[in-house]
Each structure stands twice: as C-alpha cells, then as structure tokens.
C-alpha cells in the first residue's frame, strides 16, 4: 500500500469513526450511565465485531449480504429493532441507580453482534473493500491479504480510540448528570439519536 493510499485510508477512517453513530452513541451512554469501566466493554467489543465483519466483507459475505434484498432488509431490520429497544431502555432511566438495576446493559458479545446488523458498518466494510483491497477493474490488488490486515489493524485502533472518546465525555458528564432530572434528558437526547439513526438505516 502506497504512502498516498495509506493518507486517503487514515482520512477517510478518522472521518468514519469519529463521526456520531450507534457505536459512539452507545459508548457516551454507557460512560455516562454506569461509568468508564463498564462502558470499556462495549469500547473493545466495537473493534473486535467490526473485524470480523470487514474479514467477512472481504471473503464476499458483504457483497452478498448486499447484493441479496431480502438479507439486506433482513440485516437492517435486525439492526433497527435492536436500536429502537436500547432507544426505549434508554429514555426511561432517569437515575443511576435505576440505570444499575436494569434499564441498559449492552454485553461485550451484544456489542460485537451489533456491528452485524448495522447496515452502516456493512457499507463501512465495502467501502474499504472496494477502494483499498481491489483495483479499478474490481479485481484483488496486488497483495490483497496484506491490504486487509492494514485496513483491520488501522479500523481497529479508530474503532476503539474514537468511541472511548466518547467514552470518556460521557463519563466525564456523570456526576453533573446525576443532579435533577439532567440525566434523564441527555438520555433521552442520546435515544433520539438512536431513533434517528435507525431511521437512516431504513432509508439507505
């Protein structure tokens, strides 16, 4: 991979990673939830599912998953389901002792199953794909399994720097949160942009 390529895929995964997003969403929830410590579960389970989902891009499940209607709309319903039932938890906490009960919980392997329904890392994955493990021509550039593990490894660290970014502002707000109903309302704020991003994954 050439300097001029390596520049374009560094750009283009800060732009990507750093930009809101379930993932980040759900990492500034869980900070400001339950603190640092549990939400760095959710953090190391971003990198490790979008891994295998841009290993399995890679191998071709990604074009089929695309390629097939049916297992696209499948996928992204998945997906939206699932964001619209964290949405619902979400809004209805409004103390951190309520959070601790019950209302939001995100496992480590819940957190890398996420990334297998959101049709947005799905494109994610192509994308990369298509601009740094093929040619123009759409065949394997020169030493595709090579570019692959560049691309896994540079996803790796954005996928976990920039949500535990996120992390760390969520869990940063905590103690300002827990006075009135503050909490309530940022989680709230948080479950609508994760209705509204399930409503872009419709629309894509």
Not at 5 to 21: Q, R
Not at 150 to 178: E, K
Request: net charge positive; glycine share 8%; charged share 5%.
């Amino acid at each position: 991979m050439s300097a001029a390529e390596l520049t374009a895929l560094l750009l283009f995964c800060t732009a990507m990673s750093f930009s809101p997003g379930p993932n980040t969403t759900l990492s500034t929830a869980l900070a400001a939830n339950l603190g640092l410590k549990r939400a760095l579960h959710f953090c190391l389970a971003v990198p490790a599912g979008w891994t295998l989902l841009m290993l399995g891009s890679g191998l071709g499940l990604g074009a089929l998953i695309t390629g097939v209607p049916a297992l696209r709309w499948a996928v992204t319903l998945l997906g939206v389901i699932y964001m619209l039932w964290l949405a619902f938890k979400l809004s209805r906490a409004g103390q951190l002792t309520e959070v601790d009960s019950n209302r939001l919980n995100v496992t480590f392997w819940q957190g890398v199953g996420l990334q297998f329904v959101n049709i947005k890392a799905w494109m994610l994955a192509l994308t990369l794909s298509a601009g740094w493990v093929v040619n123009a021509a759409g065949q394997p550039a020169a030493n595709p399994g090579e570019r692959l593990a560049i691309i896994c490894g540079v996803m790796m660290v954005f996928a976990f720097t920039s949500n535990f970014v996120y992390a760390l502002v969520g869990s940063l707000l905590r103690q300002w949160l827990a006075q009135g109903a503050r909490l309530l309302w940022f989680n709230r704020a948080l479950a609508l942009v994760l209705v509204l991003t399930a409503y872009w994954m419709l629309t894509l």
